[in-house]
């Protein structure tokens, strides 16, 4: 039995953090302020490590998502803006991954206060299973294991998740609520751009968890989260808290995540797949990311989870698609940075030449402000949009140049080979 | 900020959690040692406070503590002379719990982006804060340290896509606040509450551009958790703070705290960090309207010209290591007011006018707050008994060497 990491013994930071240290995809392009790093809420465990919880969460968080910026690596690499959509100040973010949800119906629009804990644990609690996955030897955090939470969906055994949870998997397994061992799954499709993986286990009359309805989401309403936070012996915890606010987008290492719901309930490594729920005990969000401080920047409690607005979107196609098949993402041949300025919306950077940008008529400098009619607040919004959608799409383009509102139509592509 | 900053460790959540989980290679007694007991309170204190400074700084890179007095392009622009929307006695029905999502929408169009170009010896860059509308004719009230050291400085006004031109009325260092002035009209002014309305319990939400996240300002939820909390500062000490649980992160800075009557009860200043031995979980503070309100019109007079110069005591002093309150005197420098008043070495300052002071830095917070000439009683315990002085605040002499 080997284990890739160093012996356990006491707890202490610095060796456990170094698990893999890869440059960080994104770097927020605010200067000071928003040195915030985002990981993915998984927790990767290594052999003795694993009960040292408390002391390797963040290590572990880190390590697990690989898709996400590594918090160790990002704040030196500042000086390294690179090709393409990073904005060169600024410290990078560290996003997590977690889930918040807010309530679905009719609620009452107090805070937590309102919110009927107990009940809504009893009604989820046996929705949500644990994922368990033994890292590949070939991933560049070498062999290992790793933790996050997942929502059954059908009685049937699918399960839903983050494509983070299993990336890099060699056996996944879940344990179902009550259950002391676990039981192996498939994993049906994976959706890196998009953060999400479907796993199949056998079973039949598995209890479903219920789904929101996406567009009564609504910022100030209590939420409750519950996952396999740290891996603690034992149940998954409940955190509770608000929506914090609405349509977030993260730039990830595989793209961007937008629509996210960012809330204040408690995420911690771990939590990463598990739901994010409304008083009435409906999913509304896959938690999947939080934000992390760094030297220079405090994040207290900003998690995000990917909204079932979204999740409603990929899942038929996740359920089709080969297991690992990557979906073709469009092109529009561009690179990105946020404004520098206060200001929203995303700057255009690097106009390829020949791509469907070039040939719309887009120019560095030109600031895209929506696409398809949706707002654009930062470059993840923009990056999500485009790769959301396929090759050959049209997508119509709003953008100011010089203070003139112009306005276009691009035929994606898919991405050139490179 | 250069580039061979350590490790981003500080906020990361292993330093001593409570954690209940036992490893076989790391039995209890080995685990409990790890953990400060909160023996050495005095030091968590410092360490937060420090915390506290760090975080200042994140906004706009480094907290230089230079004050932006005026800026070169006051006076092209109106200023606000309008009076702030001040609320009235404590509505009873704060204790019946806060509707975020009302309180919310009410208050959403009151809060702006402030952005701010920083270029200074230590830093370069952008820097992101948050601000409370104060007049509907365009004046802005937000944190001295979200402007401190800034060229340029912009607002975005709630549902605008791109910000407006902003010039800083005057800043104050010391209390940590600014006011800044936008060419527009029309605008929705918060409601700032009653100082005297704010009880510990009381449900508040934070409103803020946390981490200036793309889109809308973020909103979180918490109660008052304490008040009257002081904090030694780079500049002095803010004192008279409204401790919250509600979630404050880097960004939040000059956002409003607000109670469930939809009014602004604190402006979002500071948040302790944990460090290798500490844990600090959502303790944020907030200047409270009972330092804000004489505040604004002290930055107005500033904004005239003549920048305020803070009282001059004479005393250096250090918290009590025994947990008793107050704050010892140390030493007296010769010739100042605590020497011509008799202030000794050992005394224990525990009020000033009457007010109870805890801590260094509500003494200095306490002093700061008046200036040269001022007169002021006070209250040292000398060898277990009272003592009352009058003393005569002087101008803090120049400092040599």
């Not at chain 2, 340029?152 to 010039?167: H, I, M, Q, S, Y």
């Amino acid at each position: 039995m080997t284990y890739p990491f160093a012996p356990p013994e006491l707890p202490v930071e610095p060796p456990y953090s170094t698990p893999h240290v890869t440059p960080p995809p994104t770097q927020w392009p605010v200067a000071a302020s928003p040195s915030v790093v985002m990981e993915s809420a998984v927790l990767p465990t290594g052999g003795h490590r694993r009960r040292n919880v408390a002391l390797i969460v963040a290590a572990c968080a880190i390590c697990a998502v690989g898709a996400f910026a590594i918090a160790r690596a990002s704040v030196s690499d500042e000086s390294k803006s690179s090709t393409a959509n990073q904005p060169a100040a600024g410290s990078p973010v560290t996003i997590a991954p977690v889930s918040t949800v807010a309530p679905a119906t009719g609620e009452s629009a107090s805070g937590a206060a309102g919110l009927d804990v107990i009940g809504i644990v009893a009604k989820i609690r046996s929705s949500v299973v644990k994922v368990s996955v033994d890292i590949s030897a070939t991933s560049s955090t070498g062999a290992g294991e790793g933790v996050g939470t997942g929502v059954i969906l059908t009685a049937g055994g699918e399960i839903l998740t983050n494509a983070h949870v299993v990336s890099d998997a060699d056996k996944v397994r879940v344990v179902l609520d009550g259950q002391s061992d676990p039981v192996a799954a498939k994993v049906l499709g994976v959706d890196v751009g998009n953060d999400l993986a479907l796993l199949k286990i056998d079973g039949k009359d598995l209890p479903v968890m219920a789904l929101a309805d996406s567009d009564t989401v609504k910022v100030g309403q209590p939420v409750v989260a519950m996952g396999y936070a740290l891996d603690l012996e034992g149940d998954a915890s409940v955190t509770a808290g608000i929506v914090s606010a609405l349509n977030r987008s993260m730039v990830t290492d595989n793209g961007a995540l937008n629509g996210l719901i960012q809330t204040d309930a408690a995420i911690s490594s771990g939590n990463s797949g598990g739901p994010l729920v409304n008083a009435s005990g409906e999913m509304i969000g896959i938690n999947t990311a939080v934000a992390r401080g760094d030297t220079t920047n405090t994040a207290t409690n900003i998690g995000f989870a990917i909204s079932t607005k979204e999740i409603e979107k990929i899942i038929d196609q996740l359920k089709t698609s080969g297991s690992t098949d990557q979906r073709a993402e469009g092109y529009l041949g561009i690179g990105v940075e946020d404004r520098h300025d206060g200001g929203r919306g995303a700057i255009v950077s690097d106009v390829q030449s020949g791509s469907p940008a070039d040939k719309l008529g887009l120019q560095n400098g030109d600031v895209v402000t929506s696409v398809d009619g949706v707002e654009i607040n930062g470059q993840g919004g923009l990056i999500a949009a485009i790769r959301d959608s396929a090759p050959g799409d049209k997508v119509t383009i709003d953008y100011s140049r010089n203070g003139k509102n112009l306005h276009g139509t691009a035929t994606l592509v898919a991405r050139p080979q490179s | 900020m250069s580039s061979s900053f350590p490790p981003p460790r500080i906020a990361d959540p292993y330093v001593p959690m409570p954690a209940p989980v036992v490893d076989e290679a790391a039995p209890q007694q080995r685990q409990l040692s790890r953990w400060r007991r909160p023996v050495r309170a005095t030091w968590i204190v410092r360490t937060v406070a420090v915390a506290c400074i760090a975080w200042c700084a994140a906004l706009v890179g480094v907290y230089v503590g230079a004050r932006v007095e005026r800026n070169d392009q006051v006076g092209t622009h109106h200023v606000s002379t309008q009076a702030p929307v001040v609320g009235g006695p404590r509505d009873p029905a704060l204790a019946g719990g806060i509707d975020v999502a009302s309180v919310t929408a009410a208050l959403r169009p009151s809060v702006v982006s402030v952005s701010s170009d920083v270029s200074d010896a230590d830093f370069t860059g952008e820097g992101v804060g948050t601000g409370v509308v104060l007049t509907a004719d365009g004046q802005i009230l937000t944190n001295a340290h979200v402007v401190a050291g800034a060229t340029t400085v912009r607002v975005r006004l709630d549902g605008e896509r791109d910000p407006r031109p902003a010039t800083v009325v005057a800043a104050d260092a010391d209390n940590d606040l600014a006011l800044l002035q936008v060419d527009v009209d029309g605008l929705s002014p918060a409601t700032l509450a009653d100082p005297s309305s704010v009880r510990v319990g009381d449900d508040v939400i934070a409103i803020g551009f946390a981490l200036d996240l793309d889109g809308d300002a973020s909103v979180t939820r918490g109660i008052v958790s304490a008040l009257d909390r002081t904090l030694i500062t780079n500049t002095g000490a803010l004192d008279g703070l409204i401790q919250t649980d509600a979630a404050i992160s880097s960004g939040n800075s000059g956002g409003p705290l607000v109670n469930a009557a939809g009014e602004v009860i604190g402006i979002d200043t500071a948040i302790a960090r944990g460090d290798a031995t500490n844990t600090a979980t959502n303790i944020g503070f907030a200047i409270s309207m009972g330092q804000v309100l004489p505040e604004i019109d002290v930055l107005r007079a500033q904004a005239g010209g003549g920048s305020r110069d803070p009282g001059f005591l004479g005393v250096g002093l250090e918290d009590r290591t025994d947990g008793g309150q107050g704050a010892v005197v140390t030493d007296i420098s010769p010739d100042s007011p605590a020497a011509v008043a008799g202030l000794e070495a050992g005394d224990i300052v525990v009020e000033v006018d009457g007010l109870k002071v805890d801590g260094t830095g509500g003494v200095i917070g306490a002093i700061r707050g008046h200036q040269p000439g001022d007169d002021v009683q006070v209250t040292v315990e000398r060898n277990g008994d009272p003592l009352t002085v009058d003393v005569t605040l002087a101008e803090r002499p120049p400092t040599t060497g």
